[in-house]
């Protein structure tokens, strides 16, 4: 299984950015797929997650209204648009998929720093 997120950077405040993460190794089109998010010295936070056909999605409360989680199963990628962008969302994101009920996979994650 690998996972591997694409499109961080840095972006002033207010802009915006889409992630996308590749996968391999799986059935993607099976599986709920997530992105968290990890600032220093903090603990690791669900952000947004997708149901394997992409209609049922959840967001944490301080993204909803400005970040869609989508998928496109025939690429076996989840992307993450994120827009209004706040140095708040200042954090390293990681893609992640659990298989089995208990076994985790995340990738390598891509960096985000919102920043004037």
């Known amino acids: 299984v690998q996972l591997v997120e694409s499109g961080g950077g840095l972006v002033q405040p207010g802009g915006s950015l889409r992630l996308s993460c590749a996968t391999s190794g799986f059935t993607f089109s099976t599986y709920t797929m997530s992105w968290y998010r990890q600032a220093p010295g903090k603990e690791r936070e669900l952000v947004a997650t997708i149901n394997n056909v992409g209609v049922n999605t959840n967001y944490a409360d301080s993204v909803k209204g400005r970040f869609t989680i989508s998928r496109d199963n025939a690429k076996k990628t989840v992307y993450l648009q994120m827009n209004s962008l706040k140095p708040e969302d200042t954090a390293k994101y990681y893609c992640?998929?659990?298989?089995?009920?208990?076994?985790?996979?995340w990738g390598q994650g891509t960096q985000v720093t919102v920043s004037s």
């Open positions: 992640f998929v659990k298989r089995f009920g208990t076994i985790d996979y």
